[in-house]
Each structure stands twice: as C-alpha cells, then as structure tokens.
Antibody, heavy 119, light 110 residues
Framework: EVQLVESGGGLVQPGGSLRLSCAAS????????MHWVRQAPGKGLVWVSR????????YYADSVKGRFTISRDNAKNTLYLQMNSLRAEDTAVYYC????????????WGQGAMVSVSS | QSVLTQPPSASGTPGQRVSISCSGS????????VNWYQQLPGTAPKLLIY???QRPSGVPDRFSGSKSGTSASLAISGLQSEDEADYYC???????????FGGGTKLTVL
C-alpha cells in the first residue's frame, strides 16, 4: 500500500525546536518531489516547503524561511522537517505530501502531525 | 487572505448539482493548471481533480473541474451526504516554487 506516515509532533515552548519525520512506503520514494503543508486549527491549507527528488533543491514559504529546514534520506525512505525558533503562529497540523509524477498536484498525503507552540 | 478566492460556504440537497468557484489572476490560474482537494472532517486532504479537469483513479465521475481564463470551477452532480467536506483549489506559483491554496469552501449537504 502506498502511504506516508508522519511522526514527531508535540507541544513545544516558543523559541524551541522540533523535527518531524515522514516515512514513505509502497512506492519509489527517491523518484518524487515531496512537500510539507500545514493547517492551523480551523483554518485552510498553507504550503510550507518542498524538496526535489535527490534533495539538491529546496524552497520555503516566506513565513518559515530561515527557521525551517526540509531534508530527505532516500536510503531510509524518509522526509524530514526541522523546525527551529518556533512561534505560536506555527501551531498547526503538518502534512507531508507527494507531488504527482510530472506535476498535477499532491496525490498522496500523510495523516498529519500536530505541532503546538505554547508556554 | 489567499491569492485564490473561494466562497466560504456552499450547500445543496441530495441529488442536486453544486458548483464551487475559484478566482485568481493571470499570474496564477491564468498561467498554470488548477487542482482541487477534498478534506473530509478530521482527515487529510485528498486529491480530487488535477490539471484542471482530470480525475485520479477512484474519484467518481460526479466530480468535474473546469477552467476559463483566471477562474476555475469544481462541479459536483448527484450530491450525496458523504460529499459534505471542505474543498480547496490550488495552483502552482512560479515565484513561490510551491502551490498556493484557496481559502477553502465548506460544503453542506442539507
């Protein structure tokens, strides 16, 4: 079965750090661009970051640039999001998502990991 | 405030046809293809329509998408209670190197 499973969410104080992981299975992980998308409580979807298939190219939304780092380990079929200097406004469910081969949207999503930033 | 504008809510009765709009500009919808996602309560989003009007395998043909100029539309025919969900349009933003999402439309089946 093709699936993505996130882990690593939790409660962290403002200014703290957290690393999310997204384990892929059922497909050739190293062939796909991968993304992180977040959703604050009761709000809409917001793109966070993307990484190309071999990890050589990364992009970020302005709101997280300089604080978050996306990476991947193709040998472990795992995507990561290192989040530093966390703020209250980073509180959200974080989804990893696979970009459809050749473009055309995100066809596989993880179940989401909740990140709460609060003192 | 998203760069893609969707109505916050829509509603219909079982069997009815409903349409959800997504309005953008020449720099987003006008120059790239549109995707639609369905998010059922408490679950992750699901790709519903890609490349303006293509359905992934397993998506019923009751769902259809279209695009004209700087606007796109999702239509659902034969509305069913299980269609009650949030619907989001999205389009690739070349300057962002990522997608932008609409604000979402909450569909209620009366």
């Amino acid at each position: 079965e093709v699936q993505l499973v996130e882990s690593g969410g939790g409660l962290v104080q403002p200014g703290g750090s957290l690393r999310l992981s997204c384990a892929a299975s059922g497909f050739t992980f190293s062939s796909y661009w991968m993304h992180w998308v977040r959703q604050a409580p009761g709000k809409g979807l917001v793109w966070v970051s993307r990484i190309n298939s071999d990890g050589s190219s990364t992009y970020y939304a302005d709101s997280v640039k300089g604080r978050f780092t996306i990476s991947r380990d193709n040998a472990k079929n795992t995507l990561y999001l290192q989040m530093n200097s966390l703020r209250a406004e980073d509180t959200a469910v974080y989804y990893c998502a696979r970009q459809k081969y050749g473009g055309g949207g995100f066809d596989i999503w993880g179940q989401g990991a909740m990140v709460s930033v609060s003192s | 405030q998203s760069v893609l504008t969707q109505p916050p809510s829509a509603s219909g009765t079982p069997g009815q046809r409903v349409s959800i709009s997504c309005s953008g500009s020449s720099s987003n919808i006008g120059s790239n293809t549109v995707n639609w996602y369905q998010q059922l309560p408490g679950t992750a989003p699901k790709l519903l329509i890609y490349s303006n009007n293509q359905r992934p395998s397993g998506v019923p043909d009751r769902f259809s998408g279209s695009k004209s100029g700087t606007s796109a539309s999702l239509a659902i025919s034969g509305l069913q209670s299980e269609d009650e969900a949030d619907y989001y349009c999205a389009v690739w933003d070349d300057s962002l190197n990522g997608p932008v999402f609409g604000g979402g439309t909450k569909l209620t089946v009366l």
